[in-house]
Every structure is written in C-alpha cells, then in structure tokens.
C-alpha cells in the first residue's frame, strides 16, 4: 500500500455521511482509524473536529501528511482514483462515468444541503416557526427529488448498470435518512431496492451495523 493511505483517520458520527466513506474505505479493504463523535459535541470548540475541519462536518478525513479532506465528493473521487480497478468510480471513458458524476454531484449538491438547511433551520432563520417551515420545506422538496431521480432509472441490477459503484453507496446511507427507510419501500421502490441490495454486501455488514443498528 502507498504510503499516503496509510495512517487516515475519519472523523464520523453514528449514521452520518461519514458511513459512505466507513464503507467505501471498507470496500477497498484500506486501514485507517475512526473517530466516532456525539452529534452534539461536533462543534464543541475545544473537541477533536474542529482542529482539523473549523466547518466541524462529518465526514472529514485526515491524512497522515497532516492534510485534510473533507466533502464526501471529494474523497469519493480521490479513493476512486486511487484505486480506479475497484470500479466504485467508474474510469474515465466509460459510459457510465458521465452519468455517475452527474450524479454524485446531484446527490452532494442538490439532495444533502436539503439536509443542511433542514437540521440546523436556526442557522439561517432565527424565527422559531420560519425556521420550522424550513425544514418542512426542505424535507418536501427532498421527496420531490428522490421520486424525480426514481423516475429517470432502471437499475440492471445497480445504479449504473451490473458493476456497483459509490452511487450505491450513497443510495444505501442516504435513504437512511429522512423520509428513511419505508418512504422509500413505498415511493421509491428501485431506489429502495439498491439501498437493500448494499446491506447484504459482506465487506459492509460491520459498518451498517456500526452505524444504523436500533
Ligand atoms: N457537503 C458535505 C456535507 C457534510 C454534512 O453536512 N455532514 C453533516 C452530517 S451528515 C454534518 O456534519 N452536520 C453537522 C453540522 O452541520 O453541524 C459532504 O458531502 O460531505
């Protein structure tokens, strides 16, 4: 192994974004050391998270250069680069790799600050019940999103095609969250149906059991 994938460790908390990169990591079969935190202490200014990442976001990655990366895209792409044989992104020149990266960015820039604006409302609206119709709103406009994206695939039997690729991945986190689980088995079959199909992926079982366990 190079000598730049040794030594990581990722800042997480239990059932956060941080699990995409768990898995990916996993899936790849690289070492590195976790640190689990309390969602109420992410942002604790003498705490762990916001030495290395002032944003105090999960996931956040450090390298043992002492260099951070954070936004799950970003890693995304870099472990795909690293490790390019392990088809999670697919190669450059392949049909499938416009596609998985209009989608990767879909999903980080248009469906997570869904997730943003809707947990943390009073960052942008200090009016308890302004910030209350945020979330609502957030929260309606993400099922909008989800069935529009529910629409416009046919999984065969993964997301791009017969090779699964961190697209899953994020399915399998992603619906999780809100609207969770039995929205998506009842609006977003083929979507659910991914999510499903990732839970039973061996490499992984330690890290859903990690994250999403009751
Ligand atoms: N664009 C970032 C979003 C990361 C993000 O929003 N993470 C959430 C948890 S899933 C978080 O850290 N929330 C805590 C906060 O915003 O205070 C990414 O894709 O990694």
Redesign the pocket.
Same mark, same amino acid.
Request: net charge negative.
């Given at each position: 192994m190079a000598d730049h994938l040794a030594g990581m460790t990722l800042f997480g908390?239990k059932g956060?974004? &941080?699990a995409i990169i768990e898995a990916l990591l996993a899936i790849l079969d690289l070492p590195y050391a976790r640190r689990y935190l309390d969602?109420d202490s992410?942002?604790d200014p003498s705490g762990p998270l916001s030495k290395v990442n002032p944003?105090?976001?999960?996931?956040t990655l450090l390298l043992q250069d002492g260099s951070v990366m954070?936004? &799950?895209?970003a890693?995304t792409l870099w472990l795909g680069a690293e490790r390019p044989e392990s088809g999670l992104v697919p190669l450059v020149g392949t049909p499938e790799h416009p596609e998985f990266l209009r989608r990767l960015i879909w999903l980080?820039a248009s469906v997570?600050?869904t997730?943003?604006y809707g947990?943390?409302p009073e960052r942008w609206l200090k009016n308890e019940a302004a910030a209350q119709a945020l979330r609502t709103a957030t929260d309606k406009r993400r099922e909008v999103m989800w069935q529009q994206f529910e629409a416009a695939i046919t999984p065969a039997p993964w997301l791009l095609g017969d090779a699964m690729t961190a697209l899953d991945i994020y399915m399998a986190v992603m619906t999780h969250w809100r609207p969770r689980r039995d929205w998506f088995e009842e609006n977003c079959p083929k979507l659910f149906g991914i999510a499903k199909r990732v839970d039973t992926i061996p490499e992984l079982k330690e890290v859903w059991e990690r994250n999403f366990a009751p």
């Amino acid at each position: 192994m190079a000598d730049h994938l040794a030594g990581m460790t990722l800042f997480g908390a239990k059932g956060g974004g &941080s699990a995409i990169i768990e898995a990916l990591l996993a899936i790849l079969d690289l070492p590195y050391a976790r640190r689990y935190l309390d969602w109420d202490s992410l942002h604790d200014p003498s705490g762990p998270l916001s030495k290395v990442n002032p944003a105090c976001e999960i996931p956040t990655l450090l390298l043992q250069d002492g260099s951070v990366m954070t936004e &799950s895209a970003a890693i995304t792409l870099w472990l795909g680069a690293e490790r390019p044989e392990s088809g999670l992104v697919p190669l450059v020149g392949t049909p499938e790799h416009p596609e998985f990266l209009r989608r990767l960015i879909w999903l980080v820039a248009s469906v997570y600050p869904t997730f943003s604006y809707g947990d943390h409302p009073e960052r942008w609206l200090k009016n308890e019940a302004a910030a209350q119709a945020l979330r609502t709103a957030t929260d309606k406009r993400r099922e909008v999103m989800w069935q529009q994206f529910e629409a416009a695939i046919t999984p065969a039997p993964w997301l791009l095609g017969d090779a699964m690729t961190a697209l899953d991945i994020y399915m399998a986190v992603m619906t999780h969250w809100r609207p969770r689980r039995d929205w998506f088995e009842e609006n977003c079959p083929k979507l659910f149906g991914i999510a499903k199909r990732v839970d039973t992926i061996p490499e992984l079982k330690e890290v859903w059991e990690r994250n999403f366990a009751p």
